[in-house]
């Protein structure tokens, strides 16, 4: 099991440009996080998705983020004209089941998104 | 909704001498409390998680213990080696939600 999967780790994107940031779950995990870490802060949620459907999207900004976990393939983060402010270490997790529910959450390694 | 404290944000300690990282939280309903390791540049790493039904939980030189009545949780850990050198994060999560909330984090550094 090779583990939640998360590419590029490294994007770098001109202001006003899009980013696309990808993750693959473990096998068998159906339940997709993703969370975004600021330099020397705690990660903080912004989208909880089962295939095809987004459950929960409340830490995600209303404009420019939008969030995919397609039938087939992997979830999809799309960051819009994207700007300064939207620098930081995006994570992607995943589980089995709802993670209350005795099970863990597994993290991929990051996409480390720089906006120049 | 769910607020996590993390204290402290930094932590030094002499090799083969323990840590200790204390946590508290804002939500009485919060009933998953995880640990996570997080290597300079890696992925955070779930190390040790205790859910409410139970006080104290150990796992080699790593222990959790949990306050409900205070709402407050600590990570333990002893005998520290360099490898242990890491930003630690608690988190929280209630019962019928799924979203961790994190605390900022402990940067703990082991001197050899």
């Known amino acids: 099991n090779a583990g939640v999967m998360q590419n590029p780790r490294h994007l770098v994107r001109r202001r006003g440009q899009e980013a696309r940031l990808r993750c693959s779950p473990m096998k068998g995990h159906s339940h997709v996080y993703w969370y975004r870490q600021l330099p020397e802060e705690g990660l903080k949620f912004m989208v909880y998705?089962?295939?095809?459907?987004?459950?929960?999207e409340s830490g995600m900004p209303k404009e420019r983020f939008s969030a995919e976990f397609p039938k087939e393939g992997p979830s999809i983060l799309r960051i819009q004209q994207v700007v300064r402010g939207d620098s930081a270490a995006y994570f992607c997790?995943?589980?089995?089941?709802?993670?209350?529910?005795?099970?863990?959450?597994?993290f991929g390694q990051g996409t480390r998104l720089t906006v120049v | 909704g769910e607020n996590v404290e993390q204290h402290p944000s930094t932590l030094s300690v002499q090799e083969g001498d323990s840590a200790v990282i204390k946590c508290t939280y804002s939500?009485?309903?919060?009933?998953?409390f995880p640990w996570y390791k997080q290597e300079l540049g890696k992925r955070p790493q779930l190390i040790i998680d205790i859910r409410s039904n139970v006080g104290e939980k150990k796992d080699q030189r790593i222990a959790v213990t949990l306050n409900k009545t205070a709402k407050h949780f600590s990570l333990h850990i002893t005998e520290t080696q360099p490898e242990d050198s890491a930003v630690y994060f608690c988190?929280?999560?209630?019962?019928?939600?799924?979203?961790?909330?994190f605390g900022a984090g402990t940067t703990v550094t082991v001197r050899a």
């Open positions: 939500d009485s309903a919060s009933n998953y």
């Open positions: 988190a929280a999560s209630t019962r019928g939600d799924y979203k961790l909330s």
């Open positions: 997790a995943s589980s089995r089941r709802d993670i209350n529910l005795d099970t863990e959450a597994f």
């Open positions: 998705l089962q295939k095809e459907n987004i459950i929960d």
